[in-house]
């Protein structure tokens, strides 16, 4: 099973609604895995390699390498590590969780930071320039790409160290920013990410084949992901759709010019056109196997088959992670008290990804992230919808500074705080809602999943 604790999960509070939320979360996660999906439009039969419709003839390739970075990476490359076999020349994969499941034939796994890089994935990425280097026009690379790549392949352009990288990266996630803002900014002081990593790929004359998963808020559902995808961007392996001049927007709509790095700063705002990065890769085949919609299409059609009425409220949501979950509470009292927008029982879905401003580190006294904080907010404001369970997660199983992937809360949370001694409002304050909602038995427990599509979010409200 993707969730561990489900057991912990449902020895309290709405037992029922909980079973129904997590039955809806652990079948969605199962189906939305990447190494089942790559595995089941991959294979290699004699020299031919098949990925989807494609097909390439590995007798005329000298080398074979793959490169893999993200939250789902250990199961993509993994997926990839397994057909290839021996065909493979090396691999290097950059992870933020490395288990005992990650087992590969010649592929070496480094476990990178994330939400803020670490010097362990700096030096893999040394290894991966020191790969693509030295690679020429009969060599192939296969690349799997997931979101958090921007983190866990952190290595900054020429001028920038990797401490002014991560100070860049801890600022703009704390400033309120929407993820694209904060990839404008970091993407272009980076030496691989935001295209540059194909760039470098393209100068040896070599060949690029890329499988991705697209975390972006406003992508369009996957429709069939094995048919090469034209319009690919972003990640180190595409086109880069954010330019100098949103970075720049970016630092003046936030007000962070005087907290991030000065070197930084310098070069964002002085640097000239030849700094932009590349917005097009015409020669490269890519296959994009989920996107962010795909967890509510899936997480609703399974609802469905469970005989539940379900409804997708928004793959769009952004903003403030608490007020999001004082939202939602609304909604389920709105649903029970008067059939709007749905009548009760229902299931309501959404995705996106919602952000949590913190201006003061000094602030912070415990671990969280948006999630966790998502979910304290529907606790706060859910007791008057008696068996409303929400649950909130991080679907690539970590949200923020947590082990955990998320939370379950429902209508009984906040009695049941009351009865602990915990105060849900002070733990949103101290930006420390892990450490209240796991001795609550509220933290939710996967490890790697195998996808990374953002924040899903599952509501279950029964009827009076």
């Known amino acids: ?225 094995e048919v090469p995808y034209e319009q690919y961007a972003s990640t180190p392996m595409g086109p880069d759709k954010t330019t100098l001049e949103d970075a720049r927007n970016a630092i003046r709509k936030y007000a962070v010019a005087e907290r991030l790095p000065k070197r930084v700063l310098d070069f964002i705002m002085n640097a000239g056109p030849e700094y932009e990065t590349p917005k097009e890769f015409k020669e490269n085949t890519y296959f994009r196997i989920n996107t962010l919609p795909d967890s509510c299409i899936y997480a609703k059609a399974i609802a469905e088959e469970m005989g539940l009425n379900a409804y997708i409220l928004t793959s769009f949501l952004e903003g403030e992670a608490r007020d999001a979950g004082t939202v939602f509470a609304s909604i389920a009292r709105e649903i029970q008290s008067f059939g709007n927008p749905f009548k009760a029982p229902c299931v309501i879905l959404s995705s996106g990804e919602v952000t949590t401003l913190i201006t003061d580190n000094s602030s912070i006294k415990g671990h969280g992230g948006p999630s966790h904080e998502m979910m304290t907010g529907f606790a706060l404001a859910a007791s008057g919808a008696p068996g409303a369970c929400m649950l909130s997660i991080d679907s690539e199983g970590t949200d923020g500074t947590t082990p955990a992937a998320g939370a379950i809360v429902d209508s009984t949370t906040l009695s049941s705080a009351g009865e602990n001694n915990i105060d849900l409002m002070d733990s949103l304050r101290g930006h420390s809602c892990f450490e209240a909602l796991s001795v609550l038995g509220e933290t939710v427990i996967t490890g790697n999943t195998g996808t990374n599509l953002c924040d899903l979010n599952i509501m279950y409200v029964p009827a009076l």
């Open 1 to 225: 099973m993707k969730i561990r604790n489900y057991d912990r999960l449902t020895d309290h509070g709405c037992r029922e609604s909980r079973r129904i939320v997590l039955d809806i979360t652990e079948k969605t996660l199962q189906r939305l895995d990447s190494y089942r999906i790559i595995r089941s439009m991959t294979r290699l039969e004699g020299d031919i390699l098949h990925i989807g419709t494609k097909s390439w003839d590995l007798s005329k390739k000298k080398n074979v390498y793959l490169i893999g970075a993200g939250k789902a990476c250990n199961h993509m490359a993994r997926a990839i590590d397994e057909v290839l076999g021996d065909r493979l020349t090396r691999g290097i994969a950059i992870v933020k969780i490395r288990e005992d499941s990650d087992v590969f034939n010649k592929t070496e796994v480094y476990t990178g930071g994330h939400p803020l890089p670490n010097e362990a994935g700096y030096q893999a990425c040394l290894k991966i320039l020191d790969m693509v280097d030295n690679a020429g026009p009969e060599d192939l690379f296969i690349v799997v790409i997931s979101g958090g790549s921007s983190a866990l392949m952190s290595c900054p352009r020429e001028g920038i160290t990797l401490q002014d990288e991560i100070d860049t990266t801890d600022v703009m996630l704390k400033s309120g920013a929407g993820i694209y803002e904060v990839n404008a900014v970091r993407r272009h002081i980076s030496a691989l990410n935001g295209g540059m990593l194909a760039k470098r790929i393209r100068g040896r004359g070599a060949e690029l084949v890329g499988i991705g998963i697209s975390d972006a808020v406003g992508n369009k559902p996957t429709t069939a992901p």
